[in-house]
């Protein structure tokens, strides 16, 4: 199994902060990787596939990066509303794995 | 607009039974990819299963021969058959539709707001 591994797990920024997440593969998986947001008590939602590829309606301060085992999700800005747990997962091959999560907190 | 809306979750006694069931609209199930992934709760997220546009089947190792997942194209919906539940299966159980886009497969997107099984005597 390909093993997804976020880091940090929790981080705590301010309104208007440059954020970035990483995830780590244990083997290659090339660009297959995606990116979730979720909201407490919310289902999550689709960021970012293909690594660096825009979901329709989620705005440009969010941006992926990153080929093979390594990964980032950044955040050009802050707002209030960024404020949830994110979650990498890889699409390359079964089973499909996700990261543990980073949670965004208010600093 | 494509949605998806889970139902059947509930409180089961361990080693009872329960089948889940998501509801769509906006997309057709013969023609689309759909999974379940669940999330105990507090804890990360955990792909269960998913049923090809073909009717072929995938699950992760922890539910082989105790889940099934399948799809009815007459009313448009897909089940997730659970057998032999476990205190460990406690967690919301979210459907996805799973799409593909610029070369990547699996992408689980929309996904439903998810239902609670309690697996608990």
């Known amino acids: 199994d390909i093993q997804m591994t976020q880091s940090p797990s929790s981080l705590s920024a301010s309104i208007g902060d440059r954020v970035a997440i990483a995830c780590r593969a244990s083997?290659?998986?090339?660009?297959?990787l995606n990116w979730y947001q979720q909201k407490p008590g919310k289902a999550p939602k689709l960021l970012i596939y293909?690594?660096?590829k825009l979901q329709s309606g989620v705005p440009s301060r969010f941006s992926g990066g990153g080929s093979g085992t390594d990964f980032t999700l950044s955040i050009s800005s802050l707002e209030p509303e960024d404020f949830a747990t994110y979650y990498c997962?890889?699409?390359?091959?079964?089973?499909?794995?996700f990261g543990g999560g980073t949670k965004v907190e208010i600093k | 607009e494509v949605q998806v809306v889970e139902s059947g979750g509930r409180l089961v006694q361990p080693g009872g039974s329960l089948r889940l069931s998501c509801a769509t609209s906006?997309?057709?199930?013969?023609?689309?990819?759909m999974s379940w992934v669940r999330q105990v709760p507090g804890k990360g997220l955990e792909w269960v299963s998913l049923?090809?546009?073909?009717?072929?089947?995938s699950q992760a190792d922890y539910v082989k021969g105790r889940f099934t997942i399948s799809r009815h194209t007459s009313n448009n919906t897909v089940d997730l058959q659970m057998h032999s539940l476990r205190p460990e299966d406690t967690a919301v159980y979210y459907c996805?539709?799973?799409?593909?886009?610029?070369?990547?497969?699996?992408?689980?997107?929309?996904w439903g707001p998810g239902t609670l099984v309690t697996v608990s005597s």
């Open positions: 049923i090809y546009s073909g009717g072929a089947t």
């Open positions: 293909g690594a660096s």
């Open positions: 906006g997309l057709t199930v013969s023609t689309n990819h």
């Open positions: 083997q290659t998986i090339g660009n297959s």
């Open positions: 996805a539709a799973v799409a593909a886009a610029a070369g990547v497969r699996f992408i689980f997107d929309p």
């Open positions: 997962q890889q699409s390359y091959n079964f089973p499909l794995t």
